[in-house]
């Protein structure tokens, strides 16, 4: 009798999980896939997936995902809301767990936080275009429990747009502990646009809630704006009991470069001990509080150090690489090398690149066309936030991919070396750091042609950043400086041809030539060997 009996009950809990599989199944099928738009016959969830997935904006499979959705459009407005509203109830998520630990059934694709994440990379694509979404949104934050409030906030924050500040800045005074928290991270995805919320932000690090407090201190960072005020108070935070908030305000300041450098004591004397966030983001901080910082981009590293960043930009014209690549050789230095898309196509230019890549220096993107990115009369924007990251995505799914973690070691130098904030802005978005080269010396002339009004010759190039290091009474200490590697036919006086003289020079002042992540970075290099250094 009792195998009978747990015979039946074995058949009654098969055909139980049987009946909820399939009702799990249909549901997921009705609720979302019975009107979800396509594109090239995939659904709309099959897109996100794939992108999840692929976490690299240089793979080729990420571009052709992400302009998949794009082209979807405002069709993926419906679906992307009824992705992010669907919440579990307490028995399904005690279910699917169930499953997975005695079946070994993954159901986890059925669950509502993989739905709400992918609605809100989805939302990041469209950005702007996803407008039509907004007063559902707002009214979902101003009406729904707290979870689904604080996923319409993270959406409203990935679409971006100073329209949505009013929102953001209602939930972040009026919200409860979790609304409030996420909000403050929504209005820092905004970045320079969130301008106005920063009194808001300034009050919220001293509220009582520490996600709030964290929230609040990291938002301040990102927008980047009024130091007078957000420095003071993040330096204080530097001091909450909470380690997160205090890591969490180190990263805020952070971002206000040497505005911020009176903060570096108290940041170097934070524990980092057991503390993974601490531990990656206090050592950045550290490095940035040490950088000069420009509309957001930064234009030079620590000047407590003897170390020059030389970066090299590269569109048409290559005739400097061998000459510069075995002169950095011979001083055991490392460059940084930033090329467009159109010098990246350039089979020619592939064994250059190849070389680039093998002897470790750094490569990057300088926009895909070299594009202008602002007017330079009053510098006003001159292409769209889908031009623009259109733009860098191509050209960063050129540069060969040698396997090294992009994730926290991106950089980007753009087009002309010309930019304002709100390119800064758009290149923190995509998680770019913005560089600049350091001014004060004639570097970046060198591509000018004898025919040119402004025509700078290798001569006046070379006296330029000489007295530059005798005058500063830092020396080049942190400096980027910009080279090109090619300035092509209309210049006969190439400064490619001097540059090992250059080395020679500031290597005798015991300068060490670093790429550029290693200068505004905490990451490690090998210092040079001087018995090897040739004089």
């Known amino acids: 009798m ?17 009946l909820l599989l399939t009702g799990l199944a249909v549901g997921a099928y009705f609720t979302f896939r019975s009107t979800e738009p396509e594109f090239e016959g995939k659904r709309l969830s099959e897109w996100l997936r794939e992108l999840e997935a692929l976490p690299d904006v240089a793979s080729s499979n990420w571009n052709e995902a992400s302009r ?53 990379l989805g939302f990041r694509l469209l950005g702007h275009s996803a407008a039509p979404a907004v007063p559902r949104l707002e009214a979902l934050v101003a009406k729904s429990n707290p979870q689904i409030a604080s996923q319409a906030l993270a959406a409203l924050g990935e679409m971006g747009g100073s329209e949505i ?59 980047g704006l009024d130091p007078d005020a957000v420095v003071p108070r993040l330096t204080e935070s530097l001091a909450d009991t909470n380690s997160f908030v205090r890591s969490s305000a180190a990263l805020g300041l952070s971002a206000f470069g040497t505005r911020a450098e009176a903060a570096l004591p108290a940041i170097q004397a934070l524990p980092r001990a057991n503390d993974e966030f601490a531990s990656r983001f206090i050592p950045r ?58 010098f990246l196509a350039n089979t020619n230019h592939a064994p250059l690149v190849n070389r680039i890549l093998n002897e470790g220096h750094y490569l990057g993107p300088h926009s895909d066309q070299h594009l202008l990115y602002c007017a330079w009369e009053d510098r ?16 960063v799914a050129k540069i060969p991919n040698r396997g090294e973690e992009r994730r926290f070691n991106r950089y980007f130098l753009p087009a002309f070396e010309h930019y304002n904030r709100e390119i800064f802005d758009w ?39 000489v007295k ?52 505004v970075g905490p990451r490690p290099f090998a210092p040079r060997n001087e018995n090897s250094v040739t004089k």
Not at 435 to 459: C, L, M, V, W
């Open 165 to 223: 500040l009013p929102a953001l800045l209602k939930a972040l005074t009026n919200g409860g502990p979790v609304v409030r928290a996420q909000a403050a991270t929504a209005l820092g995805s905004l970045r320079s646009r969130a301008g106005a919320a920063v009194p808001a932000l300034v009050q919220a690090t001293h509220e009582g809630d520490v996600g709030l407090r964290a929230s609040a201190a990291r938002a301040l960072g990102e927008i």
């Open 68 to 120: 998949a959705v794009r082209q979807i459009g405002t069709n993926a407005i419906p679906a992307l809301l009824k992705m992010l509203e669907v919440t579990d109830s307490k028995w399904k998520l005690q279910t699917v767990d169930w499953l997975q630990e005695t079946m070994s059934v993954d159901l986890t694709e059925t669950l509502a936080n993989v739905h709400n994440r992918r609605a809100l």
């Open 468 to 519: 530059k290091e005798a005058d500063d009474p830092h020396g080049l200490n942190g400096f980027i400086l910009l080279l090109h590697i090619g300035s092509g036919p209309g210049r006969a006086d190439k400064f490619h041809t001097h540059f090992g003289e250059l080395l020679d020079t500031l290597a005798g002042k015991g300068y060490e030539f670093v790429r550029v992540d290693q200068l």
């Open 380 to 395: 006003r924007t001159l292409v769209t936030e889908d031009e623009f990251v259109a733009d860098l995505h191509a050209n």
């Open 427 to 465: 290149s923190r978005k995509q998680r770019f750091t913005l560089i600049n080269f350091t001014p004060g010396t004639r570097s970046n002339a060198d591509y000018t042609g004898e025919a040119d009004k402004n025509f700078a010759s290798s001569q006046s190039i070379f006296a330029s950043i």
């Open 2 to 18: 009792r195998e009978n009996s747990f015979a039946v009950k074995l058949r009654v809990r098969i055909a139980l999980l049987l």
């Open 285 to 342: 901080a550290i490095v940035r509080v040490q950088c000069e910082v420009r509309d957001g981009g930064i234009v030079r590293g620590p000047k407590s150090v003897k170390h020059i960043a030389f970066v090299f930009t590269g569109h048409e014209y290559a005739e400097g690489g061998e000459t510069i690549l075995n002169e950095l050789s011979k001083h055991q230095g490392r460059g940084s090398f930033f090329l467009t898309g159109v």
